[in-house]
């Protein structure tokens, strides 16, 4: 193939050689043959006179065609044209090839005659090669002929290139047929695919067994695509699954160096990356959990152990391991840690409530059942302390419901069974409902309310009958906790879209330590102060998830022996 297109390369050069070469050696001899018409004309007494017959027998004994032209252009005398012709011919002067004689001695061109309608070849020279004076005499052949002599010495050269591209195929495919060749190329086409170069393949043609086994070596490399294809396609699957997850995993070798972990363990763990080929412990900085990890690589069974963690924030972690057996073998562990610092906080709030719940409950009962016994063991003798006593086991009673009711409150609030209607609601309604509720109270404490509401204030989209809740929740906090005489102020602000109600009073404060932990249930500042006041320590609770359930927030600051603000903040109606 290559030997051949160069041959017809060479043929092109060659083509264009051949043309330059017989242009040439035409030229050359019109040049001489001009020369001895000169020599002729010049013998002749009146040239000028008998240019044109002159012309005529030059051009009839030479074979081409001869004109005769003066020092200024005009034609004299040529053998195509008669007089007619002559006198209309134009001036000649301005022709390359006759401008050129008249200059330096000779001139030659190519172009387009319009006198005889063909491509020619014109060569001219002086008549007298010394005295340019004395005009110039011009021969042309047409261009046909160089073309032909062309033709004839190209015909063989570009058979020549035809054969050699022929044979050059002819041994390519010998070549190409060559067993052991063919062997080689298959060879490297399985190279190839072994190295995962996809769509690597060997050619089929030629021989029948040869033909056979490149087929056999390409359906092979057709199922190992398809079964890369699909084990990248599970190994991408379980990526996937292993980044979603959020419990950490680890996957380690059987010496405890990590071979796979994902992004939860990374961020349980806070490890350094990288993770991968480390052992656990250089990535992160618990012991605890490289123990563990050891000790499942040579446990026979699977193991669990919780790991707390230390820190800006405590985490309990609890680790699932298991080593990873083959034919006998331990190749390795997994491991998974699940972060339960949550659920064991919940655990412990759980616990502290029953806790809480119980000793709320049994006070009460403790007393009631202790004066209904002493009643029931003579006291009713004397009706004076009997009323006392029977006084006193009311006061408990009705404790205990309050106890009762607002725990029943505050679980059906949590639960999301509270029937919470929020519609558009009038602040200063709510307010001036629940300021009339904690009047009295107020009153016997000698306590000024003051409501001061904004002009524009907006109504709230909120369940009024709940938010009166809260604010009586607040007000009666505010007058229990603060000395008699103490000041307490309702305000209503606009705020972006919101309305932030406040009750604040002058009374004793919160202190900062206990402040966090107010809107927990039962938590109480200093229990004996509080209990004594008659509250259950649910009440913020109470207020808390109220003001959530309707969209709002609720937040607290205060200033132990200076007073409390409560911001209730809504959604404008
Ligand atoms: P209680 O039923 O005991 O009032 P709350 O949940 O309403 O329970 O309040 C929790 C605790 O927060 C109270 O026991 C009290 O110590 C503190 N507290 C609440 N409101 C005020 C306030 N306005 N001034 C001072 N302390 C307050």
């Not at 990374?266 to 990356?273: D, H, V």
């Not at 331990?330 to 616990?351: M, P, S, Y």
């Amino acid at each position: 193939m290559v030997a051949g297109l160069s041959s017809f390369l060479a043929a092109i050069f060659l083509n264009r050689a051949v043309e330059r070469r017989v242009t040439g050696q035409i030229a050359a001899k019109l040049e001489q043959e001009a020369r001895l018409a000169g020599d002729l004309l010049r013998s002749e007494p009146d040239f000028e006179g008998s240019a044109d017959p002159l012309a005529d027998r030059l051009g009839r004994d030479l074979g081409v065609r001869v004109t005769v032209i003066d020092a200024s252009g005009l034609v004299l005398g040529d053998t195509d044209l008669d007089d007619s012709g002559l006198r209309a011919v134009e001036n000649h002067a301005g022709r390359p090839e006759v401008a050129d004689a008249v200059r330096s001695g000779t001139g030659r061109a190519s172009r387009h005659s319009g006198t005889v309608a063909a491509d020619m070849l014109y060569v001219a020279a002086r008549i007298d090669p010394r005295d340019p004076s004395r005009g110039v005499v011009r021969l042309a052949v047409p261009l046909t002929e160089v073309r032909e002599a062309q033709r004839e010495i190209l015909a063989p050269i570009l058979t020549g290139a035809l054969l050699s591209i022929l044979v050059a195929a002819g041994l390519g495919w010998l070549v190409a047929r060559n067993p052991a060749r063919r062997l080689e190329a298959m060879s490297r086409a399985a190279s190839a695919v072994a190295a995962g170069r996809t769509g690597a393949r060997a050619a089929t043609g030629g021989d029948r067994e040869i033909a056979l086994l490149a087929r056999s070596l390409n359906r092979m490399a057709d199922e190992l695509e398809q079964r890369l294809l699909l084990l990248e396609r599970e190994r991408s699957q379980l990526r996937t699954v292993l980044e979603g997850m959020v419990e950490g995993v680890v996957l380690t070798d059987p010496t405890g160096r990590i071979l796979v972990a994902n992004e939860a363990f990374r961020r349980i763990f806070n490890a350094q990356l990288p993770v991968e080929g480390r052992l656990p412990l250089e990535t992160a900085r618990v012991p605890a959990m490289q123990e563990a990890i050891e000790a499942a690589l040579g446990a026979d069974e699977a193991l669990t152990r919780e790991i707390a963690l230390g820190g800006a924030q405590e985490k309990v972690i609890q680790a699932s391991l298991a080593a990873i057996q083959e034919s006998g073998q331990t190749i390795g562990a997994v491991a998974v840690f699940h972060d339960v610092t949550e659920l064991k906080r919940l655990e412990r709030v759980r616990r502290e409530f029953v806790a809480n719940v119980s000793h709320e409950l049994r006070t009460p009962l403790t007393a009631i059942k202790g004066y209904a016994e002493t009643l029931r063991d003579g006291g009713l003798r004397d009706p004076e302390t009997a009323a006392e006593f029977v006084q006193v086991i009311h006061r408990h009673a009705e404790r205990l419901r309050a106890l009762i009711e607002d725990l029943l409150d505050l679980a059906s609030v949590e639960q999301g069974q509270a029937r919470i209607e929020l519609g558009p609601v009038s602040v200063r309604d709510v307010v001036t409902q629940a300021e009339a509720v904690t009047r009295a109270d107020a009153a016997e404490r000698r306590h000024a309310i003051t409501v001061d509401l904004s002009a524009d204030l907006p109504g709230v989209l909120a369940d009024r009958d709940r938010l009166a809740q809260v604010l009586i929740n607040l007000l009666d906090n505010a007058v229990k906790f603060t000395p008699p005489g103490g000041r307490i102020e309702v305000s209503g602000r606009r705020g972006e879209g919101r309305v932030v109600i406040a009750v604040r009073d002058n009374g004793v404060g919160i202190p900062p330590e206990d402040i966090g932990r107010i809107f927990e249930r039962f938590y109480r500042v200093g229990r004996a102060r509080d209990r004594r006041d008659g509250g259950t320590g649910l009440g913020l609770a109470i207020a808390k998830h109220l003001t959530q359930a309707m969209g709002g927030t609720i937040e607290v600051e205060s200033l132990p022996g200076s007073g409390t603000t409560f911001r209730v903040t809504l959604p404008a109606a």
